[in-house]
């Protein structure tokens, strides 16, 4: 059951992994189409394009996770622990704020978008492509939620992986002889 909830913890890194994957074959493609055979598969750069679109606002839910969204902390980094945490709670209690009232404008917008509102040439109904908008700022409110319930309550902090590789450079510099004999 514990690695159910792992995966399900990273949905949005395997929804990135697969659109990353597809999108980028799709324009290899493309480049080997254009370049070799001197013609031009126009429905791919389409396609392309709202992969990479979706790619983004997953990938923003997956980095609000990762508590690797970039913010100011400097002045938050002054003050104790405690107060840092939930001077930052209440900045992602106004992101929260944000977050719902796009997802209630984004799945008014996609109601409002009629039937022969179709993609230019893959001929999808639009709703069918703004869906994930409000589904993924939907997962990246919860992820908000959830990076602050593990600070404030479990008293865990997730750090953004750019930060620890920044202070493993540092300890590697500072160190460059340790372990080694």
């Known amino acids: 059951m514990a690695a159910f909830w792992r995966h399900l913890d990273m949905i949005e890194s395997y929804i990135c992994r697969v659109l990353l994957a597809v999108f980028v074959?799709?324009?290899f493609a493309q480049i080997v189409a254009r370049q070799v055979f001197g013609t031009s598969i126009t429905w791919i750069e389409e396609f392309s394009v709202i992969l990479f679109v979706w790619f983004a606002y997953f990938g923003a839910s997956y980095a609000a996770r990762m508590g690797a969204h970039n913010r100011v902390t400097f002045h938050i980094k002054m003050m104790p622990r405690q107060t840092g945490r939930i001077v930052e709670a209440l900045g992602d209690?106004?992101?929260?704020?944000?977050?719902v009232i796009l997802i209630y404008y984004a799945i008014k917008y996609i109601g409002a978008l009629k039937p022969f509102v179709k993609a230019q040439t893959l001929g999808w109904q639009m709703k069918w492509v703004m869906a994930p908008l409000p589904i993924a700022f939907v997962l990246m409110t919860f992820r908000i939620l959830q990076v602050n319930y593990m600070k404030l309550v479990l008293g865990t902090d997730p750090r953004d992986p750019d930060e620890v590789?920044?202070?493993?450079?540092?300890?590697?510099?500072?160190?460059?002889?340790a372990g080694k004999f």
């Open 93 to 99: 209690l106004f992101w929260v704020i944000f977050n």
């Open 25 to 27: 074959t799709l324009l």
């Open 165 to 177: 590789d920044i202070e493993m450079e540092l300890a590697e510099q500072q160190a460059p002889n």
